[in-house]
């Protein structure tokens, strides 16, 4: 269980105490709904701005409108993290990807290496270009796009698996950099 004296990260940046009341209240329904406060809220606790742009941010993309599933943007999330080799974002996304797709494999693959997994040429085609994001953006060019297009996806989806992939990047950096711990209760999860 996640000790709440526990820093979540290597830094000596003390959550703002007393939290306001949104943020303590933000806090609440992650505890009730998830059984706990995600380290990386934790961390940018120490800024509430930081915070609240970081979770605007996080809600607008992994949980607002799209035609992407939850599932598609969390392999996304997990695919790039992968890539990244972010060890909050593996384990924290890992466990989203096992509990929301229903198979422990699937996260365990998606979390090593996502060509292993067992995946629809859709899923394929999402990975593949999510992947281009993280380690090669500069290339991309219309063939890249066209590619998606053949699989069923949108424009707006496009800018949707961009949005995602781009927000990971820039996510896994900062977990890496400041040695986010992820939550013990996502080891366990949906396995």
């Known amino acids: 269980m996640t000790d709440p004296k526990t820093p979540p990260t290597a830094l000596d940046l003390p959550m703002v105490d007393p939290l306001p009341d949104a943020t303590q209240k933000y806090f609440d329904i992650c505890q009730e709904k998830l059984g706990l406060v995600p380290n990386v809220l934790r961390a940018y606790a120490f800024d509430i701005d930081k915070l609240n742009a970081f979770t605007a941010m996080y809600n607008d993309l992994m949980l607002g409108d799209s035609e992407l599933s939850k599932l598609e ?67 991309i060019e219309e063939p890249d796009r066209a590619a998606l297009r053949e699989a069923g996806f949108s424009d707006r989806d496009i800018f949707d698996i961009a949005s995602v992939a781009a927000f990971f990047n820039m996510t896994n950096r900062v977990a890496s950099a400041v040695a986010m711990a992820p939550n013990p209760e996502y080891h366990a999860a949906a396995r």
């Open 73 to 139: 943007r969390e392999m996304i999330a997990v695919a790039v993290s992968s890539i990244n080799r972010c060890w909050y974002c593996l384990v924290a996304h890992g466990a989203a990807v096992r509990e929301l797709s229903g198979d422990p494999v699937l996260g365990e693959r998606m979390a090593f290496n996502w060509r292993t997994a067992e995946l629809d040429a859709r899923q394929r085609a999402m990975l593949a270009f999510a992947e281009k994001v993280t380690t090669a953006s500069y290339t």
